[in-house]
């Protein structure tokens, strides 16, 4: 069916209706010319209504960015050039400008209307440019490579050797796990709240453990919640592993979770507007009181380089009581972190043979390899990290260790493995079981540098342990438990010649005897003598009976019981490792 349209008159739209090859009306309506824009007649009241508006967007912007009014932060330029940029847009509208003769007329009004911002972002531009040379790697090499004070120690002769039973097993991925059950099992928090995924490694009351806070589960949990605050936080026994969560009797209010003014970040920023802060640490003191650390940044070099850490201030996550210390408390083990302690010694590794070495020869450059851990040393926590060179790929020539309170750093000489070959080599021994090595911890074991890892299955849980020589990374032990495998590798040590049988650290003190019976024998042929490896009846060591020195022991038996003499240090050293025994005579009765 057709449709005539019969009247119907395209040219009474006036061209605003055009189809194709249809001829409008030739003079279409001429368009209105656009009012100018007035402005306003009181040089002062546009000022006033210019810094107004201006105070306002930066009020606002500094409630929600909070940029530190630091020269030295770069945030801060960002945030004058903004103050600027806002201030000369308002001047625009309040003068009424037009835009007439396009940039060139832009700019000659700003240097009218606009002087006092205009003159500031100039100078702004000439602090940045000054400040970047000033703080140019390229000039300041030397600088850069003294950032770091690294002394050349003796690892075997500085580090002593740990129990077994203070070995951490754990590594940040288990610990989570290990949280996230925990907190499942308590269904008045479960379903509130959620466990922030920032652990801390730290010592408390002479064990290594890690913390970490709650936080809310949404906005509208923490609204109903924020009045008592977060009621608890997490400790995990990194050699236990064990979970616990410890209930305040009032809560934290003041986190990295909170929103508005009880906001950790933004109550910095108001207490200390010119101070540059590092990520907040969650840590407790020995009384268990919750406090969050904040490092505080200064940048050493220049404007803007060579960022280091000056004192810290403390806040108390229930109260927020605040306070700064250039020196802080002992018990705060994490000042410097990871990520700037790895960076100054990568300055020292590129640049204490100058700038242009590092380009051209790199002779002695160095740097850290990827990964870092931690080891408790005297109720301080070290950070560990592999220096290989930068030519390498799987091998490292030392490592440090660094104090993460006072920032003292030690490198150790010590050809081997890099971690992640000792990785490799400690999963092909259970490579049937398809386990996954965590990062490796750095321990002495015999007078031997070795790698420690947990062997993790596919729910992420430890199921064994491994070590693994630094020097010699064929030689890997590993054992259901910490003390089943340092017991194995010791023997392995042993019996591949790199210590002699029994062979101990710092074994001292008067011959001792004890009673037993005997469960288990091992033998072994050690530089051309036999040795009778005994264990006994609740020990987790092995006496190490030398037949040149007691011949009677080829006559041992499992289940004799018999009366030993030892050497031993310590009172529970029987628990450990391979203990060199010297004579034995039977019980009565045997």
């Avoid at 007329?105 to 240097?111: L, S």
């Avoid at 209930?247 to 934290?252: A, F, I, N, Y």
């Avoid at 030519?391 to 493995?417: H, M, P, V």
Wanted: aromatic share 14%; proline share 4%; glycine share 10%.
């Amino acid at each position: 069916m057709a449709f005539i349209f019969r009247g119907f008159d395209p040219s009474a739209f006036g061209g605003g209706f055009n189809p194709a090859g249809f001829q409008g009306d030739a003079n279409p309506r001429p368009k209105r010319p656009r009012k100018p824009r007035r402005a306003i007649k009181s040089g002062f009241t546009r000022t006033l209504i210019n810094l107004a508006v201006t105070l306002v967007v930066g009020l606002v912007y500094f409630y929600f960015e909070l940029p530190a009014l630091n020269f030295h932060a770069e945030e801060f330029y960002v945030f004058a050039f903004l103050l600027c940029i806002v201030y000369c847009a308002c001047a625009v509208f309040t003068s009424g400008f037009q835009g007439d003769g396009g940039a060139k007329g832009y700019f000659k009004f700003v240097r009218k209307q606009c002087a006092v911002p205009f003159l500031a972002a100039v100078l702004l531009t000439a602090t940045i440019a000054l400040g970047a040379i000033a703080s140019w790697v390229v000039l300041r090499a030397g600088a850069y490579s003294k950032l770091l004070p690294l002394e050349v120690g003796d690892f075997t002769a500085e580090v002593e050797e740990i129990s077994y039973d203070q070995i951490p097993m754990l590594d940040d991925g288990s610990a989570a796990r290990l949280g996230s059950r925990k907190l499942g099992e308590l269904a008045d928090m479960v379903s509130q709240f959620e466990i922030l995924p920032d652990y801390t490694q730290i010592n408390y009351r002479g064990r290594p453990v890690r913390v970490t806070s709650l936080r809310y589960g949404d906005l509208i949990k923490w609204f109903t919640n924020r009045g008592n605050g977060l009621p608890a936080y997490i400790i995990i026994d990194m050699v236990s592993q064990e979970a616990e969560i410890v209930r305040l009797s009032e809560g934290m209010k003041y986190t990295t979770a909170e929103h508005f003014g009880r906001n950790l970040y933004r109550h910095l920023r108001f207490h200390y507007p010119t101070m540059m802060f590092d990520e907040p640490v969650f840590e407790i003191n020995e009384e268990g009181t919750p406090y969050w650390i904040c490092p505080r940044i200064v940048r050493t070099i220049g404007l803007f380089g060579g960022t280091d850490v000056k004192g810290a201030v403390l806040v108390n996550a229930v109260s927020g009581e605040h306070a700064y210390y250039e020196q802080v408390p002992g018990w705060v083990d994490h000042l410097y972190s990871d990520g700037i302690i790895i960076q100054q010694y990568d300055f020292y590794g590129m640049y204490h043979n100058g700038f242009l070495n590092s380009i051209f020869g790199q002779k002695d450059v160095t740097v850290t390899t990827d990964g870092s851990n931690y080891l408790a040393i005297d109720d301080d926590v070290y950070m560990y990290t592999g220096i290989t060179s930068v030519t390498s790929d799987e091998s490292n020539i030392g490592f440090i260790l660094s104090n993460q309170r006072t920032k003292e750093t030690r490198f150790y000489a010590i050809a081997g493995a890099e971690e992640y070959s000792a990785k490799a080599s400690a999963e092909s021994q259970v490579q049937q079981m398809r386990y996954e090595a965590t990062f490796p911890l750095l321990l002495n074991i015999a007078n031997q540098p070795t790698y420690f890892m947990a062997l993790k299955g596919g729910d992420g849980l430890v199921k064994m342990f491994a070590m693994v020589n630094v020097q010699q990374y064929d030689i890997v032990s590993t054992g259901s438990t910490v003390a089943d495998c340092e017991n194995n590798y010791r023997q392995t040590l042993a019996h591949r010649g790199l210590v002699g049988a029994g062979q101990q650290t710092a074994v001292s003190g008067e011959a001792q005897q004890q009673s037993g019976k005997i469960i288990e024998i091992r033998s072994a042929v050690i530089d051309g003598n036999t040795h009778y490896y005994v264990r006994m009846e609740g020990s987790l060591g092995y006496l190490d009976f030398n037949a040149a020195d007691v011949p009677t022991a080829v006559l041992l038996n499992v289940n004799d019981k018999i009366r030993y003499t030892y050497v031993l240090d310590s009172a529970e050293f029987p628990e450990q490792g391979i203990i060199p025994a010297t004579a034995f005579e039977y019980e009565e009765g045997e």
